[in-house]
């Protein structure tokens, strides 16, 4: 036998152990990390010493049995002993070994499992609170374009040419509504009657084409071709009504005016109120009341002249809307 420290042990690896020996085996284990290692060891290395101190145990019995048996008598020889009644260290399986390498992991694994945290340690746990999400910041809403008023009244082909970059013109009708930028025009044969939000009224002839716009001093009437009946009722101090072009501006108080329009003139009549026009070419300016008109085109003299009694504006209100003025 090995000489071990612990008669437990000893006696195990010798297969001498009885069960209470094995029982305080376990017990020294468990206690004792020291003895763990040594029995892995051993069981590791000496995996068959259990088994080969048997078999010497037995061998050493044997030879004792046979001697007496075989010991000659007094002045004899004594004879050979039998080669083959020696047994055989034999190759067993290494149960004692095994056997301590299960106790050593039932007796690791119980240890791991009782210095564990149980369910309810981690179910009690704190786990530290995570800021919630902010939401992205919203980009802040595009202001809604506010529409200058809306047809009220459509007569064969009429479209609004809207001021979003494309130029295509889109077939209007009672109730579209009209943005700054945007162009009405009518056909030969249309017309057309628009009204701003504050209840001034445009009536637009055929043939026309007519922008509207607005700007910090008001709302902003271009007529391009054309003619146009104008009710504008009295504005507000600074948000005058005005009349653009490349040839002529006209700021309106309140009042009712017709304008005319082609490539080369402009000619404005006014029926009631007064309104001050300015040729652009070199700023004169010319202040007209109800019955006058005035026009800046070729050959025509910029001035103001009586609309109930000159024939031509009576010939240019025909051909530009069919009807006269005032």
């Not at 995996?47 to 007496?68: I, N, S």
């Not at 004594?78 to 299960?102: E, H, S, V, Y």
């Not at 746990?125 to 800021?131: F, G, L, N, R």
């Not at 009405?184 to 922008?211: C, E, H, M, P």
Request: proline fraction near 7%; charge should be positive.
């Amino acid at each position: 036998m090995t000489d071990h420290a612990d008669p437990y042990l000893d006696r195990y690896l010798a297969g001498q152990a009885s069960e209470e020996d094995v029982q305080a085996l376990g017990e020294r284990l468990r206690a004792d990390a020291a003895l763990r290692k040594e029995l892995l060891v051993l069981a590791a290395f000496d995996a068959e010493l259990p088994g080969a101190l048997r078999d010497v145990a037995w061998e050493k019995k044997e030879q004792a049995r046979v001697t007496v048996a075989t010991f000659p008598a007094a002045g004899t020889r004594p004879a050979r002993l039998r080669t083959d009644a020696r047994r055989p260290l034999a190759r067993r399986f290494p149960w004692p070994a095994a056997i301590a390498a299960g106790i050593v992991i039932a007796v690791g694994l119980g240890a791991y499992f009782i210095g564990r945290p149980g369910r309810t340690e981690l179910a009690t746990t704190v786990v530290a609170p995570q800021p919630a999400p902010q939401p992205a910041p919203r980009e802040a809403a595009l202001p809604v374009a506010k529409a200058e008023g809306r047809l009220t009244e459509v007569g064969g082909e009429v479209w609004v040419v809207r001021a979003d970059g494309t130029g295509q013109p889109a077939v209007a009708s009672a109730g579209t509504e009209v943005f700054a930028g945007d162009a009405i025009v009518t056909s030969t044969n249309a017309s057309a009657r628009f009204a701003y939000a504050d209840g001034s009224t445009l009536r637009i002839y055929r043939a026309s084409a007519v922008v509207l716009s607005h700007s910090d001093a008001g709302p902003g009437l271009d007529l391009r071709r054309g003619a146009v009946d104008a009710d504008i009722r009295q504005q507000p101090d600074g948000q005058h009504l005005l009349v653009l072009g490349d040839l002529m501006h006209a700021e309106i108080v309140g009042t009712e005016f017709r304008l005319m329009a082609d490539a080369r003139s402009r000619w404005l009549g006014v029926r009631q109120g007064v309104v001050k026009v300015s040729r652009l070419a070199d700023g004169q300016k010319v202040t007209l009341q109800a019955g006058n008109y005035s026009a800046v085109a070729p050959n025509w003299p910029y001035m103001r002249m009586d609309a109930r009694v000159c024939p031509y504006w009576k010939q240019v209100c025909r051909q530009a809307a069919g009807t006269p003025y005032p």
